[in-house]
Structures are given as structure tokens and as C-alpha cells.
């Protein structure tokens, strides 16, 4: 099992920044990828950043340029930093973790950006 805790979230006004960060404990392989996603009201689910154990990257296209993606493996921590938000990245932002045995949800955190 693996538990997931987030923080980070609130309300923020249009091109400002939050930093979120999401801290994984339990049974922690050591090759695995973390991340964020997202969903805003009425909308599917979205990948908004990925990073592996190996700090490979990967972002939506909708964030590129604005949002960063970090990790710090010997405190098992996943970080988005959100610069320049936009009011269409309002969403609850959920952090992930998956390894080859399976995947586990964190229970979201709200980000509300106002215009």
C-alpha cells in the first residue's frame, strides 16, 4: 500500500503561482513515476505533469511553458510548481503514484484561480 498526502492548493488570482506538493509513504518502489492530475467541473480527467524515478518529464500541452514538475526521491515528494495561472486551471489537482504492481490516487486538492 501506498498513501498519498497533498498540499499546496487555494485560491489564487489569474497569473499568480502555487506550488503543490503531494509526499508518498508506505511501500515505495524504487522505480515508479508520480505526478498530477486534474478535473474541472464537467470535464474529463487530464494528465497535467508526469515524472519518473529517473526524472523523465512529461506535461500537457495546455501547461508547457508554465508549469514545472520536480521530485525529490529520498523524501518520496512530487512538486508541480503552477506559474502564470490562468483561470481555466481551476480544477481539483489529484496526485499519483504508479509502479508496476499497481497505481494509487491522493484525494485532490483544489486549485481556483479568479479572473
Known amino acids: 500500500q501506498v498513501q498519498l498526502v497533498e498540499s499546496g492548493g487555494g485560491l489564487v488570482q489569474a497569473g499568480g503561482s502555487l506550488r503543490l506538493s503531494c509526499i508518498a509513504s508506505?511501500?515505495?518502489?524504487?522505480?515508479?513515476?508520480m505526478g498530477w492530475y486534474r478535473q474541472a467541473p464537467g470535464k474529463q480527467r487530464e494528465l497535467v505533469a508526469g515524472i519518473t524515478s529517473g526524472s523523465a518529464t512529461n506535461y500537457a500541452d495546455s501547461v508547457k511553458g508554465r508549469f514545472t514538475i520536480s521530485r525529490d526521491n529520498a523524501k518520496n515528494t512530487v512538486y508541480l510548481q503552477m506559474n502564470s495561472l490562468k483561470p481555466e486551471d481551476t480544477a481539483v489537482y489529484s496526485c499519483y503514484y504508479g509502479s508496476n504492481v499497481d497505481t494509487y490516487w491522493g484525494q485532490g486538492t483544489q486549485v481556483t484561480v479568479s479572473s
Open positions: 508506505g511501500s515505495i518502489s524504487s522505480i515508479n513515476s
